[in-house]
C-alpha cells in the first residue's frame, strides 16, 4: 500500500520561508518522477514543480521560479520543498504528487499524471 505524508506547513509572513517535506512509502521512491501541486481556494490545482527520478530535470512554474528549490533524497524516500521570500499569493494547500508520469523542464506536470497524492498541507503566508 502506497502511502505519501507531507509536513512543514504552516502560517509565516510575506518575506518568511518554509520547507516542505514528503516520503513516500510502498513505492520504490527513486524510480518515479515526484512533484508538488497547490490549490488555494475557488481556484483549480497546479502543478508548482516537479523532479525527475534521479533528479536530473526539474520544472517550476513560472510564479515561484528563483524563490522556491524542489529536492528529493532517494536514500530516505523524502521530497522537499524550500520555499522563500513567500508572499500572500502562495497560501494554499500543498499537495505531494507521487509516481509523477513525468517530469520535463518548461512543461507542467499536470493532475492526470500523478500516481498517489498526500493528504496535502496548508501553507498561509499573512501580508
Known amino acids: 500500500q502506497v502511502q505519501v505524508v507531507e509536513s512543514g506547513g504552516g502560517l509565516v509572513q510575506a518575506g518568511g520561508s518554509l520547507r516542505l517535506s514528503c516520503t513516500a512509502s510502498?513505492?520504490?521512491?527513486?524510480?518515479?518522477?515526484m512533484g508538488w501541486f497547490r490549490q488555494a481556494p475557488g481556484k483549480e490545482r497546479e502543478g508548482v514543480s516537479c523532479?525527475?527520478?534521479?533528479?536530473?530535470?526539474?520544472y517550476y512554474t513560472d510564479s515561484v521560479k528563483g524563490r522556491f528549490t524542489i529536492s528529493r533524497d532517494n536514500a530516505k524516500n523524502t521530497l522537499y520543498l524550500q520555499m522563500n521570500s513567500l508572499k500572500p499569493e502562495d497560501t494554499a494547500m500543498y499537495y505531494c504528487?507521487?509516481?509523477?508520469?513525468?517530469?520535463?523542464?518548461?512543461?507542467?506536470?499536470?493532475?492526470?499524471?500523478?500516481?498517489?497524492w498526500g493528504q496535502g498541507t496548508q501553507v498561509t503566508v499573512s501580508s
Open positions: 504528487a507521487a509516481d509523477l508520469r513525468r517530469c520535463y523542464t518548461g512543461f507542467a506536470p499536470i493532475s492526470g499524471d500523478v500516481g498517489y
Open positions: 510502498g513505492l520504490t521512491f527513486g524510480h518515479y518522477a
Open positions: 523532479v525527475s527520478w534521479g533528479g536530473g530535470e526539474t
